[in-house]
């Protein structure tokens, strides 16, 4: 849709487009926020979530394309703290997920290079999956670079244990996702 969208437009062109694009659906997300705050939905993860989770869901995939497309071609990606600090915080608990169906929880610290709060923790209470940003220095089980660990969590790149140089329980199971987007 989007290729026959921008037919015949120069990349210059479809960039400008797409900046408008993006501006819209920031003002249109928040118009959400105010109008119906609570409304569920159809989830790509198998569960009605909230729309604002949902939305998480849609900013996350967009963003791993981008990578797919930028570090193809050579292009070194920086991103505003909030972009990277929601693109972290959503892959490592769309990560946890596919373990939270079989009841295999993943309980870890990870201290993530590069990301804008460094410290994250992953747990879980009852069924729902949690992942909180905690101090770095409070003895992360896993260590890596954020852009690297995102990528190879999703299925790209190297296995997660290669870049977090470990096999563990929290690892394998936080590798699941490869199999489920693979």
């Given at each position: ?69 930028a570090l193809c071609i050579g292009l070194k990606m920086s ?33 993530l290079g590069g990301s804008p709060d460094h410290g994250y ?62």
């Amino acid at each position: 849709m989007w290729l026959a969208a921008s037919a015949g437009q120069s990349p210059e062109e479809t960039l400008r487009e797409l900046v408008v694009l993006s501006e819209e659906e920031d003002r249109l997300l928040e118009r959400k926020a105010e109008l119906n705050p609570s409304e569920a939905r159809p989830g790509p993860l198998r569960r009605t979530l909230h729309w604002s989770v949902a939305s998480a869901h849609f900013f996350w995939d967009a963003w791993l394309h981008e990578r797919d497309i930028a570090l193809c071609i050579g292009l070194k990606m920086s991103y505003p703290a909030a972009e990277l600090r929601l693109a972290t915080m959503y892959g490592l608990l769309v990560a946890a997920t596919p373990a939270d169906w079989s009841g295999e929880y993943v309980q870890t610290k990870a201290s993530l290079g590069g990301s804008p709060d460094h410290g994250y923790e992953i747990t879980h209470a009852d069924d729902t999956v949690m992942v909180a940003t905690v101090s770095p220095e409070l003895s992360a089980e896993l260590t890596g670079e954020t852009g690297e660990i995102l990528d190879s969590l999703a299925g790209r790149g190297p296995e997660p244990s290669e870049l977090f140089g470990m096999s563990s329980t929290a690892v394998s199971r936080l590798t699941l996702l490869r199999q489920v987007a693979t």
